[in-house]
């Protein structure tokens, strides 16, 4: 790994060595003769793509205008062109072979190892093979190389590579021949490539942004300690960005000084700083990134500056000592999971929130949410948070006190995970007027004993009563058509249930982990309808031939029709 990074500095470098003389000669024919070499080396001839496809392996290895395209095509993964999305889905096996590492499908997979938050489900695969050593230079690695570096402000600065071009365009030969000494000898390792361009002072490492007009800050590593005080200005230069991860897992950190230059605190940027334990975001902050502060278990105060508009996902996840905190006016968006996990007892919304994402206030703590009354987009009502003319619930607080609740008539809507996870409720009417419920909405609600729902819900959702371990009595209205998946999934309580006729489709696992041994079905409902998991044990085979009627047992998975 570490030769091939060498070998593409190399290169670039050499590169820029021939550019440079180029540019100092300022002779057209030198011109034509470089700009043919490099045409060579990153594009080659585009006159025949039959002659890229025939090029020879030996070729491949000569840095030169016969061998360079059809080198790289096949180092970064195929063709340069977009022709055929196709082509890039047929690599086959033999391509990740120990011969052809430095081909094509080793380089997909490289640059392939982003960290992307835009599936849940992508998320929840990643092998732990991709967070091995072996790896941690691989995807990562590569996309800061080539696109981004370590702080993501790959808009303003570009790819190590590309501010290597851009550092050294102006600098003398033997500024460069010292750099190609450097590569051979050996002296310029992966930290060398992955900090290039970068400026170090104490415990801080700064990075050019913004064209060279700012900069990002971060740690120089995760054992820095003590309080540290980021600088307004760095060379003379604004320090605006606090970058992606810049102070992640920092354990040692105690303190942090944020200056008014900074506009932006980027995703995970104090994530896991379990010695953090106040935070002063100032007035010129706009952004709090996603993770920005997550798991900051033994953070008890933070100010939020007037001029924050986005608080991200998962923000103060985890922020479990965390018990207060006050809101800007300037807000805007709240993230999902912002405050998910943390200690706050009370919050309240600003008028100018218009966002609020799934998860934000599930604390166990949290007992009332207040909304201010010039706020368009929400309302709350006895500490429950609704839309704005209360047409739908999102969040019943977990630590509120109450022990049943009826909701409201002008409710059309029970929000996803709007009572999840609350542990005092034992009762829930749902009246006529809801017609929708969303996921997981009464999900682990571990004393819910009793739930009554009315004549105006047609779905039951996926997994809206999974986990209500005490859950004994469940009266279903007879305008519900379909009961989604895990709906009563792990509800162990659960002895009775009556389908009514209205129910047409039962799907997988609905009351499949429970301890059902009295069922009654009032309706029909086809083979092709009913889940062969729906139900524990043969009740499915006994209803299809039996029909309608009440179906019990006794032990075990054999069910008899009364």
């Not at 000569?62 to 082509?87: A, H």
């Not at 072996?134 to 080539?146: A, I, P, V």
């Not at 700012?214 to 606090?242: D, H, Q, W």
């Not at 007879?478 to 389908?499: D, K, P, R």
């Amino acid at each position: 790994m570490k030769n091939t990074i060498k070998w593409l500095l190399f290169v670039a470098i050499v590169a820029l060595a021939l550019c440079s003389f180029t540019c100092d000669s300022g002779s057209d024919s030198g011109n034509g003769g470089i700009s043919s070499f490099l045409s060579g080396i990153l594009n080659r001839s585009s006159d025949s793509e039959e002659n890229a496809d025939t090029t020879s392996e030996s070729e491949a290895s000569e840095i030169s205008n016969e061998g360079g395209g059809n080198f790289f095509s096949r180092l970064f993964g195929g063709n340069r062109s977009s022709d055929s999305e196709e082509s890039a889905g047929t690599t086959n096996e033999s391509e990740t072979s120990e011969d052809n590492k430095s081909g094509g499908n080793f380089f997909s997979r490289l640059f392939g190892g982003n960290r992307s938050s835009d599936s849940e489900e992508s998320a929840g695969t990643t092998s732990e093979s991709e967070t091995s050593e072996d790896n941690k230079s691989g995807g990562n690695f590569f996309s800061r190389l080539f696109n981004r570096n370590r702080n993501s402000d790959n808009s303003s600065s570009g790819g190590i590579l590309s501010r290597l071009f851009n550092r050294n365009r102006g600098s003398s030969g033997s500024e460069i021949n010292n750099l190609l000494d450097r590569l051979r000898s050996g002296d310029i390792d992966e930290n060398w490539v992955l900090n290039y361009g970068t400026e170090t002072s104490g415990q801080l490492r700064f990075s050019p942004i913004n064209n060279g007009n700012a900069y990002s800050v971060s740690a120089i590593n995760e054992s820095i300690s003590g309080n540290v005080a980021i600088p307004a200005r760095f060379e003379g230069k604004p320090v605006t960005t606090i970058g992606t991860g810049a102070f992640s897992h920092c354990e040692n950190l105690t303190g942090i000084t944020i200056p008014n230059s900074i506009t932006t605190i980027r995703d995970e940027a104090f994530i896991d700083c379990i010695g953090l334990t106040s935070v002063a975001i100032p007035n010129s902050v706009l952004t709090i990134g996603e993770a920005a502060f997550d798991g900051c278990e033994n953070l008890t105060s933070v100010t939020i500056g007037n001029s924050v508009t986005t608080i991200g996902d998962s923000a103060f996840s985890g922020c479990e000592k965390l018990t207060s905190i006050t809101l800007p006016n300037s807000l805007t968006s709240i993230g999902s999971g912002a405050f998910q996990g943390s200690g706050i007892t009370s919050i309240t919304i600003p008028n100018r929130v218009n966002e609020i994402g799934g998860l934000a206030f599930s604390c166990k703590n949290l007992t009332a949410i207040t909304v201010n009354s010039g706020n368009n987009s929400f309302s709350s009502l006895n500490g429950v948070l609704y839309n704005k003319n209360q047409s739908t619930l999102i969040v019943y607080p977990q630590g509120k006190t109450d022990t049943t609740f009826t909701i409201p008539n002008s409710v059309t809507t029970i929000q996803s995970w709007a009572f999840s996870g609350h542990s005092i409720i034992t009762s829930v009417t749902i009246p006529n007027s809801v017609t929708s419920m969303g996921r997981n909405a009464f999900f682990n609600c571990p004393n819910l004993t009793s739930v009554t729902i009315g004549n105006g819900l047609t779905e039951i959702s996926r997994s809206a009563f999974q986990g209500c371990s005490s859950l004994s009595s469940v009266t279903i209205g007879n305008s519900v058509t379909s009961i989604v998946e895990f709906a009563f999934n792990f509800c162990t309580n659960l002895t009775s249930i009556t389908i009514p006729a209205s129910v047409t489709k039962i799907d997988q696992a609905v009351f499949l982990n429970g301890n059902l041994n009295n069922v009654t079905f009032q309706g029909t409902i086809t083979a092709a309808n009913l889940s062969t998991s729906a139900f524990p044990g043969d009740l499915r085979t006994k209803y299809l031939a039996g029909g309608r009627g009440t179906y019990t047992r006794s032990r075990g998975l054999t069910w008899t029709k009364q």
